[in-house]
């Protein structure tokens, strides 16, 4: 059975990584290590794999690349073997242009979203053209579909459904399962309801140790029975001070601690740091507070 064994307070290495001009160390043969950057009311997580291999899970708006590149840089990445873009709106792309000028990039994925339902804006296109002159792997992805496996972890695609019309953009958003070692991530996108409803229905189990939370926290995301489905220990919500969205919702909040999760806001704490390793997982934060996460 999951547990939380204790809150522990530690000197946080966010405020390490934020504060001075020497390179972290970033990639551990024994640990997988998860950023939740605090990029205001946008989404942007980078996945560091025990085997080097680094994954760029959405992109901010247009005005966090630069904060993304610094940090990319700042932990000596030079090459993303996975850049994915969940869905296409600007607070999700925004700053994928400013990735794909510094960065090597070996594979793109994306939603498989039909050409009818994308949608006619600048910023679509302009990332689709930068796409393009890349010339990288680009993957259109369906659920159920596994796109990387080896003995230490595996990622597969959970939505979109295939054959499914969502009403809103925000439910084709590509969510994903990570698994390394003894634990579980659930990236979910802008996913609300509908979505959701598909990843229950999924034959994949989506129990999750930590769960990216789906639309900043909004009214209509982490539904109850989504939630029961997922049983995370902690939760880490993307969302902007004081922003006018109302995210995250009282009732999404309320869903979560019914459950127990342990909730963390990049409006409050920052960006979030998950390492993850066998047995167990840490979560640190910008304001020093840790959760050891053991099972």
């Known amino acids: 059975m999951k547990r939380i064994v204790s809150v522990l307070i530690l ?8 504060g001075c001009g020497k390179k ?85 994925c994306l ?21 393009e002159k890349e010339n990288c792997r680009t993957l259109k992805l369906n659920s159920n579909t596994v796109i990387a496996a080896n003995e230490t972890y595996e990622i597969t695609a959970l ?35 509908p979505a959701e409803l598909e990843m229950i229905n999924s034959k994949i189990n989506i129990d999750a140790d930590i769960l990216k939370v789906g639309h900043h926290g909004s009214e209509n995301s982490s539904t109850e029975a989504f939630l029961k489905a997922t049983t995370p220990l902690a939760s880490v919500i993307s969302c902007g001070k004081g922003n006018t969205y109302n995210h995250p919702h009282i009732k999404a909040i309320e869903r979560l601690n019914n459950i127990g999760s342990a909730v963390y806001r990049t409006d409050t704490v920052g960006t979030v740091i998950a390492k993850c390793y066998y047995g167990g997982f840490n979560i640190e934060t910008d304001n020093s507070i840790c959760l050891d996460g053991n099972k």
């Open 11 to 18: 000197i946080s290495l966010a405020l390490t990584f934020v």
């Open 24 to 108: 972290d160390r970033a990639f551990s043969s024994d640990s997988m290590t998860v950023y939740f950057f605090d990029v205001g009311q946008a989404d942007c997580s980078l996945v560091l794999f025990p085997d080097g291999k680094a994954m760029l899970i959405d992109a901010g708006n247009r005005a966090d690349g630069d904060f993304i590149v610094n940090h990319l840089n700042r932990l000596g990445i030079d090459t993303l073997d996975y850049f994915v873009l969940t869905h296409p709106h600007e607070d999700h792309i925004g700053g994928a242009e400013d990735i794909f000028k510094k960065f090597k990039i070996l594979t793109v």
């Open 111 to 131: 939603p498989n979203i039909p050409t009818e339902f994308e949608p006619d804006t600048g910023i679509f296109r302009d990332v689709s053209t930068a796409i």
């Open 159 to 193: 939505n979109p459904h295939e054959n499914a019309v969502y009403s809103d953009m925000n439910d084709w958003s590509l969510s994903l399962l990570v698994n390394c070692f003894t634990n579980t991530i659930l990236f979910t996108g802008d996913c609300a309801q």
